[in-house]
């Protein structure tokens, strides 16, 4: 499938692309800006997650929350996500309120700094911690997606600091502090704007014209710090967490291309012959015939700049050690970088690849997202049509050769999550070393820490 693509640049920068689709009443809104936790400097961590907030409590012309409720109001639905490399925003309204869910991000990227005060940033503040303790701090294996980063890149590189920040830094930002970043990055010249669905070409360029074009283009903003990398890790490093858990759960995470990238996309077909559904090797060894995780899955954090993740993840049965659970990973990933891949298993990962794709294009909502995605990482919304081409070049040769390539000892990160019981974390650490034995050496970067309260 091909998706309609009509794209064009506002002079202030703003990177518009309409996608037409009359089969139901309804159309998506969704802007994307190029800005996350990468792009937070040390001592101000959080700030992009914090602008997901902050950005619902009101501008200039909506009152706080009034967000919220004029598009539910509407019939519609909306929120917003913030990730290492980006932050986006999105609604999705009856069509004849498309001019209802442009004008209210027009006037949050335009006149949001009239509306902000102490009150709402302290009140926004306290929401963030109040999420960190409930879906990190207290939540069972909750921080291993700022632990895993922390683990696979280096301290300066600008993916390995938490994405929702610590609690010290949420503390010290200021108001001035978060005007500044909002200043600095939430412009149309750092934006693209996706609208896909129920329109009228000719209505929606005029409303985008009216609504976004007075808005000024930004003052420029600081680059980002090296973000190149080596292509493996250079050794086994790993991390036990003695936390408030009733079995143990590994990460197993290797240093991968570049999304989009033409090495990128063999890496996502064997992480999907690896670990995507029942089907997979690591479903079909660790939960059927061995029995020792009642879990698992593997797939790659598609980031475009340095280097990406894949990761395979596994929860151990009631009963199986953290020992046991990752030697049994570790000898799965040495017979598929040892082995290679089938013919067959490819083809069937690529149908199901190509069947979730098209399926999520049927929305409007998920549509417009996978346009922005292309538009604001690759640079260029037109990629969407060529990704299911890419996908359909991979070979099993190919994946055969990813896995060789980036599955080895040197590039490999253990994040381990273990019950707090005396002398578990030293028990896993010797365990875990004698079980990976026939795989390679472990503890190139080997410490243990305690999970939160």
């Not at 703003?14 to 809104?29: F, G, I, K, N, Q």
């Not at 001592?43 to 602008?51: C, D, N, Q």
């Not at 709402?120 to 503040?125: C, E, F, G, P």
Request: proline share 5%; aromatic share 10%; charged share 25%.
């Amino acid at each position: 499938m091909r998706l309609p693509l009509e794209s064009y640049r506002l002079p202030n920068g703003l990177l518009v692309t309409l996608s037409e689709d009359h089969s139901t009443p309804v159309v998506a809104v969704n802007l994307w800006y190029h800005v996350g936790s990468a792009n937070e400097r040390p001592g101000r961590t959080g700030f992009a997650h914090l602008f997901e907030h902050m950005l619902f409590q009101g501008s200039e012309h909506v009152a706080a929350n009034a967000h919220f409720e004029l598009v539910q109001r509407a019939g519609g639905t909306l929120n917003g996500s913030t990730w290492l490399e980006r932050t986006n925003y999105f609604e999705t309204v009856p069509s004849h309120h498309l001019e209802l869910a442009l004008w209210l991000e027009a006037d949050r990227m335009g006149a949001l700094l009239p509306a902000m005060t102490q009150e709402k940033l302290d009140t926004q503040r306290d929401v963030v911690k109040n999420e960190r303790r409930w879906s990190v701090d207290n939540q069972p294996y909750g921080t291993w997606w700022e632990r895993l980063p922390a683990l696979c890149f280096p301290p300066e590189h600008p993916f390995h600091h938490s994405l929702i920040g610590s609690m010290e830094d949420l503390s010290a930002a200021s108001l001035e502090d978060v005007a500044e970043f909002f200043r600095t990055y939430y412009t149309p010249d750092n934006a693209v704007l996706t609208i896909a669905g129920d329109f009228e070409s000719t209505t929606a360029r005029a409303l985008v014209e009216t609504h976004f074009s007075k808005i000024p283009r930004g003052s420029g903003r600081p680059a980002l710090p090296p973000m190149g990398l080596p292509r493996t890790f250079g050794g086994w490093a790993r991390e036990v967490v003695a936390d408030d858990v009733m079995v143990p759960r590994l990460f197993l995470a290797f240093r991968a291309p570049t999304f989009g990238t033409d090495a990128y996309y063999a890496g996502s077909v064997c992480a999907a012959v690896f670990g995507q559904r029942r089907g997979s090797r690591l479903y079909r060894a660790l939960v059927r015939e061995r029995e020792v995780a009642s879990d698992v899955s593997a797939f790659t954090w598609d980031l475009a700049k340095g280097a990406d993740l894949f990761v395979a993840d596994a929860t151990a049965r009631p009963g199986t050690d953290a020992a046991t659970l990752e030697a049994a990973m570790v000898a799965e990933v040495d017979r598929l970088r040892l082995g290679g891949v089938r013919a067959d298993e490819v083809a069937r990962v690529l149908a199901l690849i190509e069947t979730d794709f098209v399926a999520s294009m049927q929305t409007a909502g998920d549509r417009a997202d996978a346009i922005s995605k292309f538009a604001t990482l690759l640079g260029d919304p037109a990629l969407v049509n060529e990704q299911l081409d890419h996908y359909r070049k991979v070979t099993a040769e190919e994946v055969a050769a990813f896995a060789h390539d980036f599955l080895g000892e040197d590039n490999r990160a253990s994040l381990v999550y273990v019950a707090p019981a005396e002398g578990a974390a030293e028990g896993v650490a010797e365990g875990a070393a004698e079980g990976a034995a026939e795989g390679g050496r472990l503890g190139v970067r080997q410490r243990t820490t305690e999970g939160s309260p």
